[in-house]
């Protein structure tokens, strides 16, 4: 599987990828494999303060309900709509078009502390 | 091979809304011989529905069988053997029901007074005393609903315990194990969970734990045997680390039926604990409740059980005790699920010390048994002995393409309910199987026969176990398609 070079990755098996001080955020390809069909995805409506480590959100698959955590700290300004009706995008493009928030960082450095691709990689055995 | 089941034939059936024909009735009532009242004039437009319309207008005769015939497809315990065990339904000895049934206990009224309530009261009494017994603790207190309301009304006393010396702590240790309600239990009462990592024998890492342990610790929740069927072999320690930190140990006592007549959890440093009525003592389970979340407390945290309590007068009558003001007050209407509580008592007192110990012996003989026969052919969990379940992983099948929920769908097949897929959440792919005491041991062989088979043809036919089950009245049903497009309602097409 591609895991984007210019994205960076969290051992929760978030991605964020970076433009300016905002952070698109999604789960990992690895991560919707292992959850299986997901049928519902619960987000954090804009404006809201969300913590580095600290749950965002849920996704539902047919087998169990998953925290999602935030990779990084800051203000969400914006979730993915298309998500409330079409959930099965998380398993068809989840480094993609399933991107579930953009998140204003707090401090931009924070995700310095966050694996790059490779090192995602061999976190999850790859 | 499958030696339980043969195809057979069974009516299909309609939803009664498609048997429905107007005017039919299935009662008759005699013609009003008051003046008729305008509904919506009485009680107000906005109080009456009408939006909902269509109901089904079937005979008698009708509701009857088409019930009657729903009834005959469902697979229950009293059928044969149910793998997910005491977790949803194990056997209920008819005693009970006998007993549950006698009139001055059925028709028993909360509002009867005390006076004629004496021998109610008195079975509350001696279900509460012979739990003490059995748990190993000072007091009990039958009056939560379920085992999770268990749960909140042993962390509110923590709490209340706390706040007593002036500082309610923030936190509450839960490990990886844990039965969820455990976290969201302490998340109910106010507390910040962490968690603690299991070791690679499913236990609690004592390590880990104090680590975790500071001053704003107020709780671990343990449960214990773990929901991997795991005796928690360093649980004196475990109390006397969570102790020496002035720390309280709440154990989830859903795994009592793996202990009873052999340990007890006061004995081990429990400060308070709930068990499930319905999971160690066979109150009736199936559809979800009524319930009972018996909680046992060590002697000091027994002034903040929940108001009233059961108080012997000096002329030697029962009544109940509403000054109890460090209690946290009343956590449900009147006191528990008094037919539950029947029943728990009538199984305790029928199987007596030695039957209730023999039950728990038979329990972990059954799962143990089913382990061993089974090893060869699925990957076990964790290497610690199993105690009154054994949870396989399915890694060798998987291997094959094979998961969990596939073979638990073929298990149908053979004549089996499914046993619990994919849960504790810590095993990958988790065949959890919990046979309980009471199943016999051909039936037993007949399961593990049934599971062996399958473990074959995922080697030589997959697809027969991808696309199973074969022989159920519907074929494998899309729970994707269920799930993400529900159809919760009967529309007129």
Known sequence: MNYPENYRYTKEHEWVSMDGD????????????????????DMP??????????SLGSVESVKAVSEIYSPVSGEVVEANETLKDAPEKLNDDPHGEAWLVKIRLSDKSQIQDLMDASKYQAYIGE | MIRKTRSNISQNEQLLFEMSSPGKRGYQLPELDVPAV??????????VRDEVTDFPEVSEVETIRHFSRLSTWN??????????GSCTMKYNPRINEAVARIDGLAWAHPYQPESL???????????????????????????????????FTGIMMVRSYFEAQGNARKVVLVPDSAHGTNPATA???????RNIQSNSQGMVDVGALEASIDDSVAALMITNPNTVGVFEENIAQICAVMHSKGGQVYMDGANMNALVGIARPGDFGVDVMHSNLHKTFSTPHGGGGPGAGAVGVRSHLEPFLPAPRLRKNAEGAWSWDYDRPQSIGPVKAFYGNFGVIVRALAYILAHGGVGLKNATVDALLNANYIRKILEPYYEIAYPAPSMHECVFSDSRQAAKGVKTGDIAKRLIDYGFHPYTVSFP??????????????????????????????????DENPELVLKAPHLSRTPRVDEVLAARKPVVRWKKP
């Not at chain 2, 697979?75 to 997910?84: A, N, R, V």
């Open chain 2, 187 to 193: 998340a109910m009462a106010g507390y910040q969970i």
């Open chain 2, 425 to 458: 959440m810590i095993v990958h792919g988790a065949l959890m199987i919990e046979p309980t005491e009471t199943e016999p041991k051909h039936e037993i062989d007949l399961f593990c026969d049934a599971l062996i088979s399958i473990s074959q043809e995922i």
């Open chain 2, 38 to 47: 305008d509904a919506a004039g009485a009680l107000g437009g906005e109080n």
């Open chain 1, 45 to 54: 409506t804009p404006g809201a303060a969300v913590t580095a480590g600290e």
């Open chain 2, 117 to 151: 309530s004496q021998g109610v009261m008195e079975i509350v009494a001696v279900l509460e005393g012979a739990l003490c017994e059995i748990f190993g603790m000072d007091a009990v207190t039958l009056q939560p609903a379920a085992g999770a309301h268990g749960e």
């Open chain 2, 75 to 84: 697979y229950g315990i009293d059928l044969g053997m149910f793998p997910l």
């Open chain 1, 22 to 41: 905002v952070g698109t955020v999604g789960i990992t390809f690895h991560a919707q494999s292992e959850l299986g069909d997901i049928v519902y995805v």
